[in-house]
């Protein structure tokens, strides 16, 4: 959608049509994802840029930065610390009071214009996603999503490049912008259940220099930004690994203050996470770099035998998709990975028997 400002001293917003309102009850603790742009980043203005209104109540929220003059996505957590209540400098919004306007949702209102003056603005790939209890990215097949913010270029999904194939990465652009990767909406919404746990990824940069050092991860919801310090860089031309507490620890400090972060503060940022942001680079100058394998705790494929569809019990469900990755109906890259249930390479007949008695167990 296009839009053209007429400079007219009003804000213009965009407004959703009847298919993404009505009962949304089930995005709850899922995202609102949008792209957004304009056509010139000068005289900017700030007023509130999200309005969600139902259930006899309106909701409002703020994006973390204005769009480029290229294509931003954005993802906005649908869940509480995202959200105020009633006006934008209202109160946060509970779990009961997002619930009650998704519930019957009667509009939403995406902010068209950034510029005092005249514009013209654009939005693409709105979509309302739904909570995923566990989510990861193996990029096995594509980027999954993913973007970047900073000074990129190429921005890619790799089927070569990866740990083992399959990662998502960029080239920088070399404008002394510091480039990150940009966590997907399934990754956001409510994560208070991974507090204790850890955020797992991989890093490759084809460049390192020790000048580099800092901060490697930053998490923000419920109006707080948390900046992790990794103890170590990447190695340069290698995978590197990193297990990030979820935890309070001497790496972890408040973006606004530096201070030390409190359970209470990091419980709150997991409860309303609303961007995930990693570090990419760590090199002046050119440099390339991926990212590979991101995850909560043990999230991931085949992370409970027999649960192939991943919903936390073994039923008839995956039975059936067990059933029709055999006969080759069911083609799902994941799904083929789990369907091996006695450990031998292959899927046939011998993975039945141990379907059933994970199914008699449960």
């Known amino acids: 959608m296009r839009h053209v400002d007429q400079s007219d001293g009003e804000t213009s917003f965009w407004s959703a049509p009847a298919p993404f ?10 995202a609102l994802r949008f792209d957004l742009r304009q056509n010139s980043t000068s005289s900017q203005y700030n007023t509130e840029d999200l309005i969600l209104s139902g259930g006899g109540l309106l909701l409002y929220s703020d994006l973390f930065s204005h769009p480029g003059t290229t294509w931003t996505r954005f ?29 019957n949702l009667d509009a939403i209102y995406i902010r068209a214009e950034y510029r005092s003056g005249a ?15 566990c989510p990861y990215s193996y990029f096995d097949a594509s980027s999954e999503n993913w973007t970047t913010v900073g ?7 790799s089927d070569t490049m990866g740990n083992p194939p399959g990662s998502f990465g960029a080239v920088d652009l070399v404008q002394g912008i510091l480039w990150e990767y940009v966590a997907p909406g399934k990754f956001l919404g409510d994560r208070s259940a991974f507090f204790g746990s850890t955020l ?41 690994r990193y297990d990030i ?23 709150a940022v997991l409860s309303g996470l609303s961007r995930i942001s990693i570090r990419g680079e760590y090199w002046s100058g050119d440099d390339t770099g991926f990212i590979d394998n ?11 035998p027999g649960d192939l569809d991943r919903s936390n019990t073994i039923d008839a469900a995956d039975l059936m998709i067990l059933a029709a990755v055999l006969v080759e109906n069911d083609t799902d890259a994941e799904h083929i990975e789990c369907a091996d249930l006695n ?5 046939d007949g011998l993975d039945i028997a141990p379907m059933v008695s994970l199914l008699l167990c449960e």
């Open 21 to 30: 309102l009505g009962d949304k009850s089930v995005a709850l603790g899922g």
């Open 75 to 103: 993802y906005v957590a649908l869940a509480p610390g995202t959200w105020r209540l009633g006006a934008p400098a209202g109160p946060f919004a509970s779990s009961a009071e997002i619930l009650q306007v998704l519930s």
């Open 119 to 133: 514009d013209t603005d654009g939005l693409d790939n709105v979509r309302i996603t739904e909570a995923d209890p």
């Open 151 to 157: 000074d990129t270029t190429n921005v890619m999904w």
């Open 200 to 240: 797992s990824f991989d890093l490759y940069t084809n460049r390192v220099d020790a000048e580099h050092a800092g901060q490697i991860v930053s998490m923000r919801g419920s109006g707080l930004t948390l900046q992790y310090e990794a103890p170590m860089l990447p190695v340069e031309d290698q995978w590197t």
């Open 245 to 267: 507490p979820l935890e309070p620890s001497e790496f972890w400090t408040r973006g606004d203050t530096g201070d030390p972060v409190t359970p209470q503060e990091f419980n």
């Open 294 to 304: 991101v995850h909560f705790g043990d999230c991931g494929p085949c992370i409970r």
């Open 343 to 347: 450990n031998d390479n292959v899927i």
